[in-house]
């Protein structure tokens, strides 16, 4: 059994995506008995590294250039995904074959002018799996051609698509499907063509295998969306259609692969609207194409394959780009960055920041050890001064030229910053007035990015996330619309984002208290009670205790606290659609949310808020 496991080649199969260190953690969540079962299945992943996605759209682009006959006349629209958002695999497939970007369209912005003199259009996206959306999507493209009364031909082109799916799309349909890479039934593992298993009966036990973890973490489709079974993964997301096991974090799950966000939904293939939250958020949209994002391939390759996402990764740009950082300097940097995040002492979480600066800017900076003839790859010297350091209150200063120069500490004027958890304050208010980028490491995986005074992305368990740290926007438009005065909102957003930070869940309501209370069952409770009722009195610690109780909390518009720890009860007759993947609070938060003029936020413990406006998700973020 033993020997079965270990000739598993995980840097063949992930192609060096995965340590053995991380493969082994993930394997650890299986029973003894069961690993030659999930072993077999890990051998038979098509796993699309960041190499093999450029090397399938180079192919896909050769394949579609044969189907139009090199037509000049030809337009690309991203599935699901919009390009000036970038979405990678539309920017990929645009820059790595050297695509003008007005040969890309949005699905919204088809009109009958926009169509004139076209003959194709081609509808880029990654995978194909059971085929049945892609159906309703032409069904919908379909009204649409017809009342521009134009018909050019149409083309699905994907890194990879089942046989069955492709069979399914071009027999009920009038695109033309071209993929990179063809699964066939054989390579599905609970395929009735599967050969994957010696025999049925090994088939079946391997099935029972998978249930027994995947019924925890994906219910209703233990076996991958709509039961499909698939072993496919790319290395920004995997699709639902594959096992849960691969990709679930719910119940605790470490997953092997990355699980984005992802807009299978037949009803946002062709282009999600725009995010509410990034238009009330960004004063500007963000377009890769401009030079404020334009670095050499050599850093954004690494970057990319890191962060697993494009906006994530225009968001720390102009940061590199400011201080002038080469790929010798990024490649040295990830590395460090991969030793620091789970850097362990004396059993304890090592805590540490990595401060990169202008050698002209370090004779500001304070230090209390100093180092010599260390450089940015010598990362196990590093690791030793990190553990002489407490990333909260000082870091380690490294040039620009990537020589080390010892630890300092955070000095400087403390002022209150809102939506920066009370531990980063410090790190953060210290890169206020200053052009470095700083880089904390809380331990537990867990990364900082900060920046001028803001908290760009952050990494938990095994994912990056985007944290912006200025909602002035967005609570202005909230204190607009439901009425409530935007420093409450500023306020609430702080302690949320705290929550999240330091693991604690709620339900808060702010605004329209006396309908919501309406909705609500009160326990009283004569012996305890909240002896200052505005959010803006006590501190957020204080707050977070009274918040992190059972049940809701209902502020009025002013911000004062009316009731807490009281359950509230939706009327069955409310018509919401349910939101996928969400529990009963978030469930709660947006029908009380649309029922009512209240702003909603549902806090999870698993280090995330949700904002709920007029039944609608406004935001979402990682504390």
Not at 74 to 98: C, H, M, R, T
Not at 108 to 126: A, G, H, K, P, Q
Not at 304 to 309: G, I, P
Request: proline letters at 3%; aromatic letters at 8%.
């Amino acid at each position: 059994m033993l020997g079965q496991v270990l000739s598993t080649d995980i840097n063949k199969i992930f192609d060096k995506s995965i340590s053995k260190n991380y493969y082994n953690e993930w394997l650890s969540q299986f029973d003894q008995e069961d690993i030659p079962v999930i072993s077999t299945l890990v051998e038979h992943v098509k796993f699309f590294s960041l190499r093999k996605v450029e090397r399938s759209l180079v192919k896909l682009y050769s394949l579609i250039l044969k189907e139009t006959k090199k037509d000049e006349n030809v337009l690309f629209i991203p599935v699901g995904y919009v390009v000036k958002s970038g979405d990678i695999v539309a920017y990929q497939f645009k820059k790595q074959n050297q695509i003008h970007e007005n040969k890309f369209i949005r699905y919204s912005d088809l009109n009958s002018d926009v169509l004139e003199n076209v003959n194709y259009l081609v509808f880029i996206d990654d995978l194909i799996g059971t085929g049945h959306q892609c159906c309703e999507v032409w069904r919908d493209l379909k009204r649409k051609l017809d009342a521009f009364h134009h018909h050019p031909n149409l083309i699905l082109a994907t890194i990879a698509s089942t046989r069955s799916g492709k069979e399914e799309i071009e027999n009920k349909t009038t695109f033309k499907v071209i993929s990179s890479c063809i699964i066939e039934k054989e390579e599905i593992p609970f395929h009735d063509g599967s050969n994957m298993f010696t025999d049925n009966e090994a088939k079946e036990n391997a099935k029972k295998i998978v249930i027994k973890y995947s019924k925890n973490l994906y219910p209703k489709y233990p076996l991958g969306y709509k039961n499909n079974s698939l072993l496919v993964g790319f290395y920004y997301s995997t699709p639902n259609n594959t096992l849960p096991i691969f990709w679930s974090s719910q119940n605790q799950w470490k997953p092997l692969l990355s699980k984005a966000d992802d807009y299978r939904d037949s009803q946002s293939l062709v282009g999600p609207e725009s995010n509410i939250a990034q238009t009330l958020v960004f004063e500007k949209k963000i377009s890769l194409d401009s030079d404020d994002f334009n670095i050499d391939s050599k850093i954004s390759v690494p970057l990319l394959q890191e962060l697993k996402s494009i906006p994530l990764l225009a968001t720390v740009v102009p940061a590199i780009k400011n201080l002038g950082l080469n790929d010798s300097f990024i490649t040295n940097l990830l590395a460090l960055m991969n030793s620091l995040k789970s850097e362990v002492h004396e059993h304890k979480p090592v805590t540490s920041a990595i401060y990169i600066t202008d050698k002209d800017a370090l004779s500001d900076l304070t230090f209390f050890l100093r180092a010599s003839n260390i450089s940015i790859n010598d990362t196990n010297l590093i690791v030793d001064l990190a553990n002489k350091s407490h990333g909260f209150e000082d870091g380690i200063a490294i040039d620009t030229t990537g020589l080390v120069h010892g630890n300092f500490i955070y000095d400087g004027e403390k002022i209150p910053l809102n939506y920066i958890p009370n531990k980063l304050q410090s790190a953060t208010c210290f890169t206020l007035h200053k052009d470095g980028l700083l880089i904390l490491f809380e331990g537990n995986n867990r990364i900082n990015f900060i920046w001028k005074g803001q908290r760009l992305i952050s990494h938990r368990k095994s994912s990056w996330y985007y944290t912006p740290s200025n909602f002035d926007k967005l609570n202005a438009s909230l204190a607009q619309i439901h009425g409530v005065q935007k420093e409450v909102i500023d306020r609430m957003l702080t302690i949320a984002v705290e929550m999240t930070h330091v693991g604690e869940g709620g339900l808060l309501t702010i605004g329209d208290a006396d309908e919501v209370i309406t909705l609500s069952r009160i326990i009283q409770n004569d012996n305890v009670q909240v002896t200052g009722g505005n959010i803006m009195d006590f501190g957020i610690r204080q707050w977070i205790n009274i918040l992190s109780q059972d049940g809701a909390s209902v502020f009025d518009n002013d911000g004062i606290l009316i009731e807490h720890m009281v359950t509230l009860i939706p009327p069955i007759s409310a018509d919401i659609e349910q939101e996928k993947g969400r529990g009963t609070k978030h469930q709660t938060a947006k029908v009380i949310s649309s029922i009512t003029k209240t702003i909603a936020i549902a806090v999870s413990v698993d280090s995330n808020f949700t904002i709920y406006s007029k039944g609608n998700k406004i935001l979402r973020m990682n504390g």
